[in-house]
């Protein structure tokens, strides 16, 4: 018996006992956590904080659980039988040896011709409880799991620096020690299951603000996300980098109407077309316009 792997698409054996899947245990996280948040010379505003996560009984993924009957050995005793077949039809055999072919031989030819169409896997095993009956297609099960445990640390730093009254800078940045962990880390046997955070380990941004006295209004920043591998049930695959372009624009109309701004922004000014997570679509050049009344 065999199952499929969602990360390679291939069937990989089984052992001949199949284990049950025990049932989800309660998650515990534990996290230390320190930071510190400032003001500098009345211009630099920053804020870093650190921290250490454990967790133990960390609930993956949905993973396809439901086991294959496969036959590695399908070509070769395919052949087997049906020379066999050919051997015990003196009729065809004779003919067929009129033109000197044996019946392995042609057993082999016809075989290897069909070969490159025979399926990875012959059935399905499934529960009495659950057979969809004769004529239907039977189901494929998933099911979560509990992961031994896993740890990682991360640190998150940010700032604003008021240059004067109309510019300013701005900033962040995000870092994490891990964002896979295979078999090895999460203490596992199987060196198949493996785990995702779906997450970036780094990405940052860094930008700037300008106010007029007019009350116009402009902002501009650079945004950048490390790829990431994802592992998310049917969603599997390593996400690439990318690095964006922000700008907006607003206006103040206090003089006209109180409370009154209206502004436009446009992720993505350069239109570089990027996934943000397997399966998703292509996102591009994306512009929102805002009202916005105080009172």
Do not use: C
Request: hydrophobic share 40%; glycine share 10%; no cysteine.
């Amino acid at each position: 018996m065999g199952i499929l792997d969602l990360t390679t698409g291939a069937i990989a054996s089984l052992p001949d006992d199949l284990a049950d899947i025990e049932p989800l245990k309660q998650t515990t996280t534990q996290t230390i956590e320190v930071g510190y948040k400032g003001f500098l010379a009345n211009k630099l505003a920053f804020t870093v904080d650190a921290y250490y996560t454990q967790k133990e009984n960390f609930v993956g993924p949905l993973l396809l659980e439901t086991p294959l009957v496969i036959a590695p050995n399908l070509g070769p005793d395919l052949t087997v039988a049906l020379a066999a077949g050919i051997e015990a039809n003196p009729t065809l055999a004779g003919a067929l040896g009129a033109f000197g072919l044996s019946p392995a031989a042609v057993a082999g030819l016809v075989v290897a011709l069909a070969e490159p169409d025979f399926p990875s896997a012959v059935g399905i095993v499934q529960p009495a409880e659950n057979n969809p009956g004769p004529g239907t297609a039977p189901e494929l099960m998933l099911s979560y799991r509990n992961f031994g445990k896993l740890s990682y640390a991360g640190v998150d730093v940010s700032f604003d620096y008021f240059h004067n009254d109309k510019l300013s800078f701005f900033g962040n940045f995000s870092w994490v020690s891990d964002g896979f962990f295979d078999n090895t880390e999460l203490e596992e046997d199987n060196e198949d299951l493996a785990l995702a955070l779906n997450a970036p380990t780094q990405k940052g941004r860094l930008g700037a603000k300008y106010r007029s006295d007019s009350g116009l209004s402009a902002n501009a920043s650079v945004r950048f996300t490390e790829g990431f591998p994802i592992r998310s049930g049917p969603y599997v695959g390593d996400l690439p980098s990318y690095t964006m372009v922000d700008v907006g624009l607003s206006y103040d109309l206090n003089e006209s109407v109180p409370g009154l701004t209206i502004g436009v922004g446009v992720n993505n000014a350069l239109n570089e077309e990027h996934r943000e997570f397997i399966g998703a679509p292509l996102l591009g050049r994306m512009a929102i316009g805002r009202l916005t009344y105080s009172f």
